[in-house]
């Protein structure tokens, strides 16, 4: 994919059917309410949301807790190709 422009949709967990490993490789960033995130799991442009990590706490299957938090979710990426 070579657009532009991140999908309006994207997941850092590999079991996610919204992962994409070759863009997570060319670094998208998330400014979300006008302030940069860089612990953000996923994210909804067109819905407006983002999850995010909560501390240090895992669930059931070790992995980390997340919290939905909706707002304006602006997305890009970091390198230009």
Not at 37 to 55: A, F, K, L, M
Request: net charge negative; glycine share 8%.
């Amino acid at each position: 994919m070579s657009s532009d422009t991140p999908p309006d949709r994207l997941a850092s967990d590999p079991r996610s059917p919204f992962h994409d490993a070759e863009l997570m490789e060319r670094g998208v960033g998330i400014r979300f309410n006008g302030v940069e995130r860089d612990n953000v799991e996923e994210y909804c442009v067109s819905e407006g949301w983002i999850r995010v990590p909560v501390g240090k706490s895992k669930d059931r299957r070790g992995n980390p807790m997340t919290l939905k938090v909706k707002g304006e979710v602006v997305a890009y990426f970091r390198e230009q190709q």
